[in-house]
């Protein structure tokens, strides 16, 4: 969204031979970038990977229908982005968990 921003954590991560892609295969519906990134006061501080919201046609074009159909769709899951707030689906309690643990500690 223009005009937007939040705050996040960089940290340096060395991938070596194929654990970029492994990367990119755990984090599977995201749309892994290329992203700059500031300091809290707005310098310019680099370049990191950010796992973007995507879409299901950028899904099914990278990976195909029949690997959507397999992950999702023999599940009844017939979208992956795309849900309305009020459907029901929430975030893994596992995760919100660690998300507020997170910013305890920071």
Partial sequence: CPGSSFVACAFEV????????????????FHVVSAPYTTLEGAPAGEGLLCAQWTDEGYRAKYGDAVFEE??????????????????????PVYLRHCVLAAEKA
């Avoid at 060395?14 to 519906?29: D, K, S």
């Avoid at 982005?81 to 029901?88: A, K, L």
């Fill in 71 to 92: 992950r999702y769709g023999r599940y009844g899951v017939q979208q992956i982005w795309g849900w309305p707030r009020d459907c029901g689906a929430t975030p893994c």
């Fill in 14 to 29: 060395a991938f070596e031979g194929e654990q970029r892609a492994a990367y990119e295969l755990r984090e599977e519906e």
